[in-house]
């Protein structure tokens, strides 16, 4: 407490100055040479942490204006060189949801974009990121198909260990709905997690399902559910 009470008594001022504004230069009034100075100054400097590590205090930013602290935030250069397309969209994330009294929220939509453009493990850890972003800072609900889309990415980095902590801990994760062919993946239950172009995923276990014929037909009757799709959804226009 002592020390701190001295460390407070750094740049005593007389009266007269107190007023003076846009004055720098009212150090040349003080004393530099008098004892007591001196010896407030080495034990302010000990309690910073050394007479050797000189230390000045920061310059007060409380009459900076807003404008200029805008447009210094627009202007600091970014600590990600974004080099792959998910380390662009993670640099422009935090440029825009964490930017200067941002009010703008993210959507899941953004998630789902990152996942879809992973390619490296260091990707992957990028999405993570943003997951955490996503469901602790934002508190954005995950959508239906978010835990395919992530385990679909997992998987293209050939990280199965990430689904099966993301299993265990769904709930804190924010993980609240699960695709039951995922989950049946997971558990080992089944060899393949989700259908794209008409061929089972992963590749790698499930070349007998994979064969020619065998994703054509997967395909024809993909194309027969989506007309069908599209079918009902005229007739219900219509009956609007």
Known sequence: VFLSIMGSLRYRRPYWMLHMKNIKHWRIYTKPEDEGLKRTEMLYQSWLGGIDRPYTRPACSVRTPTWLTRKRFALEPSHL????????LFAEF??????YRSTLRPVIEDLHNILDLVETPLDMS??????????????IPMDAETFRIFAHAAMKVDRKDLLHY???????????????QVREFIEGKSTWYMVENGYLLPHKGNEAENTDEKVRE???????????????GTSDTENK
């Not at 060189?81 to 662009?88: F, G, L, R, S």
């Not at 990028?126 to 508190?139: E, K, M, Q, V």
């Not at 997967?218 to 009902?232: C, S, T, V």
């Open 81 to 88: 060189v974004a080099e792959t397309p998910v380390e662009v």
């Open 94 to 99: 935090h440029k825009k949801y964490y930017g």
């Open 126 to 139: 990028y999405a993570c990121r943003t997951l955490s972003h996503l469901h602790n800072d934002f508190l």
């Open 166 to 180: 993301a299993l265990e801990n769904a709930e804190k994760l924010g993980f609240s709905q699960i695709d039951s």
């Open 218 to 232: 997967r395909r024809k009757e993909e194309d027969a559910l989506l007309r069908q799709i599209d079918a009902q």
